[in-house]
T-cell receptor
Framework: LAKTTQPISMDSYEGQEVNITCSHNNIATNDYITWYQQFPSQGPRFIIQGYKTKVTNEVASLFIPADRKSSTLSLPRVSLSDTAVYYCLVLTSNTGKLIFGQGTTLQVKP | GAVVSQHPSRVICKSGTSVKIECRSLDFQATTMFWYRQFPKKSLMLMATSNEGSKATYEQGVEKDKFLINHASLTLSTLTVTSAHPEDSSFYIC?????????????FGPGTRLTVT
């Protein structure tokens, strides 16, 4: 299973764009990159998932370079309610296991 | 996105008793579900993989006789904590896997807070 590395914490201000980068050097050919958001005492919430290049949905964008050894989650114009822990994970299609690392605690300040 | 529910959301039980937690995929069928536990200010730890119609696969260090998992239908998996002790107090979270195009997406339930007194 591919291991992921991401910053432990980040600070931002309301209205700014936040980019969280994750490295996954030993990602396999069939693996996907997936990001989750978790608030205290809640289950993780699916944000976005991608395989290569760029994926965009209504809440975020995911940028994946050609070598797929890293990925960047981009949150446009964050608000205070985006303060949470963000997890970058590699999804292996055959087993489906998601192994959580420590995540990035994002603190959005007014 | 897909919806996964858990019941109960929180439960308090006495030491030595057993507690059952239900996980349901509400709007999709899930042949595979997963159970996690999370301690305060820690990350999620995978406990086991629950496969519909077959035995669960447990991660190393997780006692299968203590944490009984049953996946009787495509929308329901249950976790039973048997003979619970205070050290079993934790936040238990399930997830369900949904097929999406050529791969899968995984959705998590809201979690169940277990307190053993």
């Amino acid at each position: 299973l591919a291991k992921t590395t991401q910053p432990i914490s980040m600070d931002s201000y309301e209205g700014q764009e936040v980019n969280i980068t994750c490295s996954h050097n030993n990602i396999a050919t069939n693996d996907y990159i997936t990001w989750y958001q978790q608030f205290p005492s809640q289950g993780p919430r699916f944000i976005i998932q991608g395989y290569k290049t760029k994926v965009t949905n209504e809440v975020a964008s995911l940028f994946i370079p050609a070598d797929r050894k890293s990925s960047t989650l981009s949150l446009p114009r964050v608000s205070l309610s985006d303060t949470a822990v963000y997890y970058c994970l590699v999804l292996t299609s055959n087993t489906g296991k998601l192994i959580f690392g420590q995540g990035t605690t994002l603190q959005v300040k007014p | 996105g897909a919806v996964v529910s858990q019941h109960p959301s929180r439960v308090i039980c006495k030491s030595g008793t057993s507690v059952k937690i239900e996980c349901r995929s509400l709007d999709f069928q899930a042949t595979t579900m997963f159970w996690y536990r999370q301690f305060p200010k820690k990350s999620l730890m995978l406990m086991a993989t629950s496969n519909e119609g077959s035995k669960a696969t447990y991660e190393q260090g997780v006692e299968k006789d203590k944490f009984l998992i049953n996946h009787a239908s495509l929308t329901l998996s249950t976790l039973t904590v048997t003979s619970a002790h205070p050290e079993d107090s934790s936040f238990y979270i399930c997830s369900a896997r949904r097929q999406a195009g050529g791969t899968y997406e995984q959705y998590f339930g809201p979690g169940t807070r277990l307190t053993v007194t």
